[in-house]
C-alpha cells in the first residue's frame, strides 16, 4: 500500500522541453508539498497546497506551476527546463499543521536535464 | 536569515555503540523540531517530533533532546546496528515550512 506515490521515478530531457511530475497520496491528509533536493542532498520547500489552495510559494521560478485538481493530487509542470533544475524532486503530504505525524514523502522523481 | 547545521562529515561508529547526531539552529525559536531518515535513493521517512517544552523524547532505541537555550537537537541511536546506516536529517518549522538541515551519513560498521 503505497502512502506517497510520484511518476516518474526517473526524468531525462532535453534543455527547452516542458515535462510534469505526478504525485498521489492515499493517506486522506489536507496537506501535500514540493520539495527539491539539489546535489548537495539539501531538500528545499518549493510549494504547499491545503485541500487544492496554494499556501507555500517559495522563490521559485514561474516555469514551475503546481496544480492541484483535487486534495490527494498534487502535480508539478515544468516549462523550457534549464540545466538547473536537475535534482530529485520530492512530493510529501502531511495532516492540517503538521500535527506531530511529521510528513510523508514520496520516492522522489529524479530529473536530469541535458 | 534561518540557519540549521547538522555534522557535515560522515560519522562511523562500530555496531553497538551509541551514535549521537547534531543539530544546531540560528536566528529563530522553532516550536517543534523533527528528525528524518534517508536512505539512498528514497524520500525521507519521519523518525521523531519533539516540542519546545519537552527536554527529551524517545522510540525504542532513539532519543532525541532539544536545548532552546543552546538552541541544539542531538539524536541518539543506543545499540547501534548496520540497518541504522543512513542519512539523518532535521528540519525545523518556520512560518508552516519545514526548513531542513543538509543531513548527517551515518555509517555503522559490523
Known amino acids: 500500500d503505497t502512502a506517497v506515490s510520484q511518476t516518474p521515478k526517473y526524468l531525462v530531457t532535453q534543455m527547452g522541453n516542458d515535462k510534469s511530475i505526478k504525485c498521489e497520496q492515499n493517506?486522506?491528509?489536507?496537506?501535500m508539498y514540493w520539495y527539491k533536493q539539489d546535489s548537495k542532498k539539501f531538500l528545499k520547500i518549493m510549494f504547499s497546497?491545503?485541500?487544492?489552495?496554494?499556501?507555500i510559494n517559495e522563490t521559485v521560478p514561474n516555469r514551475f506551476s503546481p496544480k492541484s485538481p483535487d486534495k490527494a493530487h498534487l502535480n508539478l509542470h515544468i516549462n523550457s527546463l534549464e540545466l538547473g533544475d536537475s535534482a530529485v524532486y520530492f512530493c510529501?503530504?502531511?495532516?492540517?499543521?503538521?500535527?506531530?505525524?511529521?510528513?510523508?514523502f514520496g520516492p522522489g522523481t529524479r530529473l536530469t536535464v541535458l | 536569515s534561518q540557519k540549521i547545521e547538522q555534522n557535515s562529515e560522515a560519522l562511523n561508529i562500530q555496531e553497538g555503540k551509541t551514535a549521537t547526531l547534531t543539530c544546531n539552529y540560528t536566528?529563530?525559536?522553532?516550536?517543534?523540531l523533527q528528525w528524518y531518515r534517508q536512505d539512498p535513493g528514497r524520500g525521507p521517512v519521519f523518525l521523531l517530533l519533539?516540542?519546545?517544552?519537552?527536554k527529551e523524547k524517545r522510540k525504542e532505541r532513539l532519543k532525541v533532546t532539544f536545548d532552546t537555550t543552546l538552541k541544539q537537537s542531538l539524536f541518539h541511536i543506543t545499540a547501534s546496528q548496520p540497518a541504522d546506516s543512513a542519512t539523518y536529517l532535521c528540519?525545523?518549522?518556520?512560518?508552516?515550512?519545514?526548513?531542513f538541515g543538509q543531513g548527517t551519513e551515518l555509517s555503522v560498521k559490523p
Open positions: 497546497y491545503n485541500n487544492k489552495e496554494l499556501i
Open positions: 528540519a525545523l518549522v518556520r512560518e508552516g515550512k519545514l526548513i
Open positions: 536566528n529563530y525559536s522553532p516550536a517543534y
Open positions: 510529501a503530504s502531511s495532516q492540517d499543521g503538521d500535527s506531530g505525524r511529521g510528513q510523508f
Open positions: 493517506l486522506g491528509h489536507d496537506t
Open positions: 519533539i516540542r519546545e517544552n519537552e
